[in-house]
């Protein structure tokens, strides 16, 4: 049995940055193998993470869609996808990597996508952990990109607009039914204490505050200089609340 966790919020929040933090101190724990999914077209979590990526399933599946003529047999199909899913797999130091990427051409993925999503679900069950970065916004709840999860991680950032967009992301969820074990809401980059009034609104919006994350020196110096998440010192603030964080998810 696996733990699945998936990141959400509007552009700008930083979830692929704490998504990379959640990683980094799963790894630091010992908790167990983790694979990290890259789901957002604009994908970056690599460069946070440290490894390169050469092919995403996309690409495969754009491939695939243009040669799926001239294969034959179920069969071969199957084995086919199987193959590039764990060709595209990559690896790196505790943990491994797949980006999702999306197909540049048009028409119909259908068969496709369900193939590949087949063999990612399977991929999925060799795993401890999952953590799952998504794209900005609430499309990917609409296409069920993001289901069957034990926790949603909604990143807000201090504000009303953050904590509204929030509020309808966990609505969403709830109304299409995506399988979701418990949803939190994290509210990221607060310069020190979290506005009463902010509190106040997360009430009132019935959502469930896991915790904060403070403004941090050191993630931004990660970020500019093109460091990687395991260049953050270890007396990092966020760092540290995202292990707390951790704790109280019981991960």
Do not use: W
């Not at 077209?41 to 399933?57: D, H, Q, R």
């Not at 679900?121 to 953590?131: A, E, R, S, T």
């Not at 609430?138 to 926790?151: D, P």
């Amino acid at each position: 049995m696996n733990v699945k966790i998936a990141l959400a919020g509007k552009g700008g929040t930083g979830k692929t940055t704490i998504g990379s933090l959640i990683i980094r101190s799963l790894i630091e724990g010992k908790k167990g193998s983790i694979l990290a999914l890259d789901a957002d077209p604009n994908s970056n979590l690599n460069e946070f993470l440290g490894v390169n990526v050469s092919n995403t399933i996309g690409m495969i599946r754009e491939d695939f869609k243009k040669n799926a003529p001239r294969l034959t047999g179920g069969i071969y199909k199957d084995q086919l996808v199987e193959m590039n899913v764990h060709q595209t797999l990559v690896e790196g130091k505790g943990f491994d990597l797949l980006v999702m990427g999306r197909g540049e051409g048009p028409g119909c993925y259908c068969y496709a996508n369900n193939l590949f999503k087949k063999y990612i679900d399977i991929l999925q069950d060799n795993y401890d952990y999952i953590v799952m970065d998504n794209e900005a916004g609430m499309e990917h709840l609409s296409r069920k990109t993001t289901s069957n999860v034990n926790y949603l991680l909604i990143i807000s950032d201090p504000s009303p607009k953050g904590i509204l967009t929030a509020s309808r992301i966990k609505d969403l969820s709830d109304e299409i039914n995506i399988n979701v074990d418990k949803i939190f809401i994290i509210v990221n980059r607060v310069n020190g204490k979290l506005d009463d009034r902010l509190k106040k609104y997360i009430e009132e919006k019935k959502l469930d505050l896991l915790g904060i994350i403070n403004m941090d020196d050191d993630i931004y110096e990660v970020d500019i200089s093109g460091k990687t998440i395991f260049d953050i010192p270890e007396d990092s603030l966020a760092l540290k609340q995202v292990k707390k964080l951790i704790e109280k998810l019981k991960l």
